[in-house]
């Protein structure tokens, strides 16, 4: 080999070199600046009566439910951002005057936050477009505490919970499961999948969205008078129904069983189907 080539073969193998530790030094940076952007939690855990409520209103963010172990309800909250500052969204939690407990994510000085939801006068300083501040609550109940979850940006989950769920969000999915119930959920841009071992005592269920499918499961058991639509989709069944009006794939209304329950399934842009749960 030529002095030349090996004077080559030498620097490309400490560009190589340099390359591999800017790209990794790259790496690392991102990774850390990611887990930087991510600590700042929020966390409250308590003890709650059976039949309770458990309240989570967010704005920027999805909210997870789980089953808790330790008897108790334990809530926590991760901001997440890239240009936003995260001491301009503040955490709230409070207990109503009937044991319910309301935690809130707030991102304007003048907003509050009840059992109803959040309130506000408007936009304030600390909002604006790049503000990207976003919230990520995780919920853990024991058996016997209801759930009531509402959210605007951001997808909803809930899985092994054992009692009644209310879930509502505007731009996310909602997926929702309770060996008990009911289970209440509403959107507009999403998908929503419910699943319920029972409707207890509800006289009204309501599952609405725009754009997504609707699937909702149901045990053997089940009762109700009935409302399917649907514009760009089709309606299906595993339940027995006896047919009101005309028959038609994209609308079905009638009763099953007993019809002790009103349930009205809507959408728009895709389809509903109704299963019964194993």
């Known amino acids: 080999m030529s002095v030349a080539s090996s004077r080559t073969t030498v620097r490309t193998r400490v560009l190589a070199l340099v390359c591999a530790v800017v790209l990794t030094s790259a790496i690392t940076t991102s990774v850390v600046h990611a887990q930087r952007e991510q600590?700042?939690?929020?966390?409250?855990?308590?003890?709650?009566?059976?039949?309770?409520?458990?309240?989570?209103?967010?704005?920027?963010?999805?909210?997870?439910?789980?089953?808790?172990?330790?008897?108790?309800?334990?809530i926590t909250a991760m901001k997440q951002w890239r240009r936003g500052?995260?001491?301009?969204?503040?955490?709230?939690?409070?207990?109503?005057?009937?044991?319910?407990?309301v935690v809130c994510a707030l991102w304007t000085d003048d907003a509050r936050c009840d059992e109803n939801g959040i309130h506000t006068e408007g936009r304030h300083r600390n909002w604006s477009d790049r503000n990207d501040v976003s919230v990520r609550f995780t919920v853990r109940v024991p058996d016997g505490v209801r759930v009531d979850l509402t959210t605007v940006n951001g997808a909803l989950e809930v899985n092994g919970v054992f009692n009644e769920v209310r879930a509502a969000t505007v731009n996310g999915s909602i997926n929702a499961v309770s060996a008990g119930g009911p289970v209440r959920a509403t959107t507009v841009n999403g998908s929503i999948h419910i699943s319920m071992g029972s409707l207890g005592s509800a006289e009204d269920l309501?599952?609405?969205?725009?754009?997504?499918?609707?699937t909702v499961e149901l045990p053997a058991n089940f009762g109700a008078q009935l409302e399917m639509s649907t514009v760009n989709g089709r309606v299906s069944?595993?339940?027995?129904?006896?047919?009101?009006?005309?028959?038609?794939?994209?609308?079905?209304?009638?009763?099953?069983g007993n019809g002790a329950t009103r349930m009205r399934i809507s959408t728009v842009n895709g389809s509903i189907t109704l299963r019964k749960r194993e």
């Open 39 to 74: 600590d700042n939690a929020f966390t409250w855990s308590g003890t709650i009566g059976s039949g309770k409520r458990a309240l989570v209103k967010n704005i920027n963010g999805s909210i997870h439910v789980e089953r808790s172990t330790s008897g108790k309800v334990e």
């Open 206 to 214: 309501e599952y609405e969205t725009t754009n997504g499918s609707v």
């Open 237 to 256: 069944t595993d339940f027995p129904i006896t047919v009101s009006g005309t028959l038609s794939p994209k609308h079905l209304r009638g009763t099953v």
């Open 85 to 101: 500052n995260p001491e301009d969204v503040r955490i709230e939690q409070k207990m109503t005057v009937n044991g319910d407990v």
